[in-house]
């Protein structure tokens, strides 16, 4: 535990910097946003950076060339919800996916936006994501590393916690193949050819090598993974466990073709909807004949 706690605290202070260390820090990144804007990284306003220290995390970026090594393996698959307000924060969080000790072709990232009511704000807010997936593309040199999946606007509600467009999300693009993902990008993978998959919110992140300790960890059949988690509610590290209030959607990855098999959803799983991950997650640990704990804090819940 105390090593998994040393992780945690590397990754804050390598991650984070309080409002006065960023002002500092901004007048030093001119140069560099500048090299980066010439890749079209547009990202570079106080706001967007959001306490950020997208400096040293371009660092890091260029200290990892093993995450450009070609992969064959399906790969494992990020579904990440987000809105307006959050997208700054995708930059951490994406960044953070990058570094999972494998080659970077072993991870996709698949953007959606939720709880939006406004049509005008949700077609705003969808366009920024695709500038920003575009951008984070070029910086880490791999296109359709990320991408925005082409769902219609709805109106879902604040209620609903983002899972109604999850279960679109889901039912479109992972369980189906719809074609208008290719249509969109032709030349990406389609999310229905993911491995595993990942339901997360794109404010948190995870340490350093984690996909790479997960696969180590796992048996070659395995359709139910959780793992060990640092959360916000509680400023806590926590020893999960596949139950309501014991862990995060984030802290999980599933097997897609076990997914698919047997149609999990979350909006059809009772009238509270801010316990839909939670019975979700145990719903899951009920059927499935293969899941693995692993015991390593590997995921941050901001």
Same mark, same amino acid.
């Given at each position: 535990?105390?090593?998994?706690?040393?992780?945690?605290e590397?990754?804050?202070?390598?991650?984070?910097?309080?409002?006065?260390?960023?002002?500092?820090?901004?007048?030093?990144? %001119?140069?560099?946003?500048?090299?980066l804007?010439?890749?079209?990284?547009?990202?570079?306003?106080?706001?967007?950076?959001?306490?950020?220290?997208?400096h040293?995390?371009?660092e890091?970026?260029?200290?990892?060339?093993?995450?450009?090594?070609?992969?064959?393996?399906?790969?494992?698959?990020?579904?990440?919800?987000?809105?307006?307000?959050?997208?700054? %924060?995708?930059?951490?969080?994406?960044?953070?996916?990058s570094f999972?000790?494998?080659?970077?072709?072993?991870?996709?990232?698949?953007?959606?936006?939720?709880?939006?009511?406004?049509?005008?704000?949700?077609?705003?807010?969808?366009?920024?994501?695709?500038?920003?997936?575009?951008?984070?593309?070029?910086?880490?040199?791999?296109?359709?590393?990320?991408?925005?999946?082409?769902?219609s606007?709805?109106?879902?509600?604040?209620?609903?916690?983002?899972?109604?467009?999850?279960?679109?999300?889901?039912?479109?693009?992972?369980?189906?193949?719809?074609?208008?993902?290719?249509?969109? $990008?032709?030349? $990406?993978?389609?999310?229905?050819?993911?491995?595993?998959?990942?339901?997360?919110n794109?404010?948190?992140?995870?340490?350093?090598?984690?996909?790479?300790?997960?696969? %180590?960890?796992?048996?070659?059949?395995? %359709?139910f993974?959780?793992?060990?988690? $640092?959360? +916000? +509610?509680?400023?806590? $590290?926590?020893?999960?466990?596949?139950?309501?209030?014991?862990?995060?959607?984030?802290?999980?990855?599933?097997?897609?073709?076990?997914?698919?098999?047997?149609?999990?959803?979350?909006?059809?799983?009772?009238?509270?909807?801010?316990?839909?991950d939670?019975?979700?997650?145990?719903?899951?640990?009920?059927?499935?004949?293969?899941?693995?704990?692993?015991?390593?804090?590997?995921?941050?819940?901001?």
């Open positions: 535990m105390n090593e998994e706690r040393g992780w945690f590397k990754i804050r202070t390598q991650m984070e910097l309080n409002a006065s260390e960023l002002r500092r820090t901004i007048a030093r990144q %001119e140069v560099e946003f500048e090299r804007e010439k890749s079209r990284i547009t990202w570079r306003s106080p706001e967007l950076l959001n306490e950020f220290n997208m040293g995390l371009i890091l970026v260029r200290q990892k060339p093993s995450i450009l090594l070609p992969g064959s393996q399906p790969p494992t698959c990020m579904l990440v919800r987000t809105y307006k307000k959050k997208i700054p %924060e995708l930059l951490k969080f994406s960044l953070s996916a999972s000790g494998l080659p970077l072709s072993q991870v996709k990232l698949y953007y959606i936006v939720t709880g939006v009511n406004d049509e005008e704000e949700y077609k705003a807010t969808v366009n920024d994501l695709d500038v920003f997936s575009k951008s984070f593309n070029n910086l880490v040199g791999m296109d359709g590393f990320s991408s925005v999946l082409p769902i606007f709805g109106a879902t509600g604040d209620r609903d916690f983002g899972y109604n467009f999850t279960d679109i999300a889901l039912r479109d693009y992972f369980y189906g193949k719809s074609p208008k993902y290719n249509d969109k $990008y032709p030349h $990406y993978s389609h999310p229905n050819d993911c491995e595993f998959i990942i339901i997360t794109g404010d948190n992140y995870y340490l350093d090598g984690w996909l790479k300790f997960i696969k %180590e960890a796992i048996p070659a059949v395995s %359709e993974i959780y793992f060990n988690m $640092y959360s +916000h +509610h509680w400023e806590a $590290y926590l020893d999960t466990k596949p139950v309501i209030s014991s862990i995060d959607l984030g802290a999980a990855m599933f097997n897609l073709t076990f997914l698919r098999k047997s149609s999990f959803f979350f909006t059809n799983l009772s009238r509270d909807s801010w316990i839909w939670g019975i979700f997650i145990e719903k899951v640990n009920l059927t499935s004949k293969h899941t693995t704990k692993v015991k390593r804090m590997l995921f941050v819940h901001e």
